[in-house]
């Protein structure tokens, strides 16, 4: 039996671990207008205040909506919770819809794309500062790609089956060290997700007009793709940052990652200073560094814990350990309304939870750089037959499908322990599903969207036709979780909160910002 065998057994001892996995999803999603263009306007007043609404916020732009689940345990509720706050989301939208896609819809003009606005209190005006930083860093059009981000936990009897009864201290740090272990492990192996569900292989040209890509272009009407592109929203073109691909952070601790994002968060740039901090009285940036502040640390999975009031994200690692991880590389899902689907779900308990029980060697120097090549030979070129790469520096190079076919056979033994403990065969239905779509690259998420631009004669088509199908069909939902008194009540209250926040300043921004940052000073 091998180690992984031998851990799965030890937590199945105890099956109702496999119905306590904590869950939360954020689905970004742009507005556009009845002209299929992004749409403009500030963000629904009748939504409440995007600084303190706890279900619907925005990200970078005005235009950018996020939504946002609290943890659950239980798929469906999950997924109904989701899909309540789009219904409501969508009833105070007007004539606009929600763009089905990661990858922008048509966009005239860079300089018009509206910065996200928070109020007047010093965290809301910190908040558009940092998106203006990141505005004048990378272009607002890199900023308005969405993703959906799906926040995962163990529950406490997983590291009770594991490693028995600890005192406080011992348990942080077993808790610590397992999801840095299931980190390494996701870097390892997580170029199976673009693989699966990556949904941006083509864009509309208006985002890299006038850009060099380097990248071979090909064309349907007027959409770019590449033919075998599963995920270019997690390629250079898109939702990265190459300013910071040789910071380097490790993974095989938590104080050695704390240490490296330390480090990170010092570190000046020589590009960013010459864009100036504060330049007539107006502030341009938060400052020079490589790193603004710790979210501009772009990656595809995260350690994270919820942070005190005013804690930093490492502030709150650093007190209390890893508490879960964000998964941050699914694309949005264009064959869903509410960007992501149960099959999805099912899929990332299943490999999560392989990435946290699977052996997992510590991090060498190299191997970050082995594993950014994987994910970026997937991002590019996932669907193209024969593709082969090594899973690491110092091992043979195989073929996507037999690295694929390997990880199934594990994930399968997992998904016949969760149906045992949640009945049915739902896991290993998803198994027997995804497992065909290693086979046949034509089944993944991108292929099937590619076959649809092409038959619709571009990616703009594909969209609005998606747009408007989810329009109707979100409007139609009846709330299932939720109710329309909660959703309103919600959007009192975030207006009451950021009147409070507001009353409650007593510095000047200025002296806010140099508050804010001298942990840095005092490191």
């Known amino acids: 039996?091998?180690?992984?065998?031998?851990?799965?057994?030890?937590?199945?001892?105890?099956?109702?671990?496999?119905?306590?996995?904590?869950?939360?999803i954020e689905r970004e999603a742009l507005r556009y207008d009845a002209n299929d263009q992004l749409a403009l306007t500030p963000h629904p007043q009748a939504l409440g205040s995007?600084?303190?609404?706890?279900?619907i916020t925005t990200d970078f732009s005005e235009s950018l909506l996020e939504f946002i689940t609290p943890v659950s345990n239980d798929v469906d509720e999950l997924?109904?919770?989701?899909?309540?706050?789009?219904?409501?989301?969508?009833?105070?939208?007007?004539?606009?819809?929600?763009?089905?896609?990661?990858?922008?819809?048509?966009?005239?003009?860079?300089?018009?794309?509206?910065?996200?606005?928070?109020?007047?209190?010093?965290?809301?005006?910190?908040?558009n500062l940092y998106r203006q930083g990141l505005k004048h860093r990378y272009g607002s059009l890199m900023q308005i790609i969405s993703g959906v981000h799906f926040n995962f936990s163990f529950p406490e009897s997983y590291w009770d089956s594991l490693y028995g009864e600890q005192d406080e201290a011992q348990r942080a740090e077993t808790k610590s060290e397992g999801y840095f272990a299931l980190i390494r492990n996701y870097y390892r192996y997580g170029w199976i997700i673009p693989y699966l569900f990556g949904a941006s292989p083509a864009l509309c040209p208006s985002f890299v007009k006038g850009r060099e890509t380097g990248l071979p272009f090909e064309k349907i009407g007027k959409t770019l793709y590449l033919p075998y592109a599963t995920a270019l929203r997690l390629s250079d073109l898109g939702y990265t940052n190459s300013a910071q691909s040789d910071l380097h952070i490790g993974f095989n601790s938590l104080p050695e990652y704390l240490q490296g994002l330390k480090a990170a968060m010092h570190k000046p740039s020589e590009?960013?200073?010459?864009?100036?901090?504060?330049?007539?009285?107006?502030?341009?940036?938060?400052?020079?560094?490589?790193?603004?502040?710790?979210?501009?640390?772009?990656?595809?999975?995260?350690?994270?814990?919820?942070?005190?009031?005013?804690?930093?994200?490492?502030?709150?690692?650093?007190?209390?350990?890893?508490?879960?991880?964000?998964?941050?590389?699914?694309?949005?899902?264009?064959?869903?309304?509410?960007?992501?689907?149960?099959?999805?779900?099912?899929?990332?308990d299943l490999f999560v939870t392989w990435c946290g029980l699977k052996d997992s060697a510590p991090m060498k120097p190299g191997d970050l750089d082995c594993w950014r090549s994987n994910w970026n030979n997937v991002i590019l070129e996932g669907r193209k037959p024969g593709?082969?790469?090594?899973?690491?520096?110092?091992?043979?190079?195989?073929?996507?499908?037999?690295?694929?076919?390997?990880?199934?056979?594990?994930?399968?033994?997992?998904?016949?322990?969760?149906?045992?403990?949640?009945?049915?065969?739902?896991?290993?239905?998803?198994?027997?599903?995804?497992?065909?779509?290693?086979?046949?690259?034509?089944?993944?998420?991108?292929?099937?969207?590619?076959?649809?631009?092409?038959?619709?004669?571009?990616?703009?088509?594909?969209?609005?036709?998606?747009?408007?199908?989810?329009?109707?069909?979100?409007?139609?939902?009846?709330?299932?979780?939720?109710?329309?008194?909660?959703?309103?009540?919600?959007?009192v209250h975030s207006r009451q909160q950021q009147q409070q926040i507001e009353q409650a300043d007593t510095l000047s921004f200025d002296d806010f910002l140099a508050d804010y940052f001298s942990y840095l000073v005092k490191e």
């Open 271 to 348: 590009r960013f200073a010459k864009l100036g901090v504060k330049v007539d009285g107006e502030h341009r940036q938060l400052n020079s560094n490589v790193l603004q502040i710790e979210n501009e640390l772009y990656a595809p999975i995260r350690p994270k814990r919820v942070a005190k009031n005013g804690e930093k994200p490492s502030e709150a690692l650093k007190r209390g350990g890893v508490e879960y991880i964000e998964v941050r590389s699914l694309d949005v899902n264009p064959f869903s309304p509410i960007g992501v689907s149960k099959e999805q779900v099912l899929f990332l």
């Open 387 to 491: 593709l082969s790469f090594k899973l690491c520096c110092d091992q043979e190079p195989n073929s996507l499908v037999h690295w694929g076919k390997l990880i199934f056979e594990q994930l399968t033994e997992i998904a016949i322990e969760m149906d045992k403990a949640h009945g049915g065969n739902e896991y290993q239905s998803v198994c027997q599903t995804l497992t065909s779509w290693i086979d046949d690259p034509e089944l993944t998420m991108s292929g099937r969207l590619l076959n649809a631009i092409r038959e619709a004669g571009g990616i703009g088509k594909v969209g609005c036709q998606l747009g408007e199908q989810y329009r109707a069909e979100l409007l139609a939902h009846q709330y299932q979780i939720y109710n329309q008194s909660m959703m309103e009540e919600e959007v």
């Open 50 to 55: 995007a600084l303190t609404n706890k279900w």
């Open 79 to 127: 997924l109904q919770q989701l899909k309540d706050v789009h219904h409501f989301t969508m009833t105070k939208m007007g004539e606009e819809k929600l763009w089905p896609m990661s990858m922008p819809c048509f966009v005239s003009d860079e300089t018009q794309i509206p910065l996200a606005e928070y109020g007047t209190s010093n965290s809301g005006r910190m908040k």
């Open 1 to 24: 039996m091998t180690d992984f065998s031998a851990r799965l057994q030890q937590v199945a001892r105890n099956p109702e671990t496999f119905k306590q996995f904590g869950r939360g």
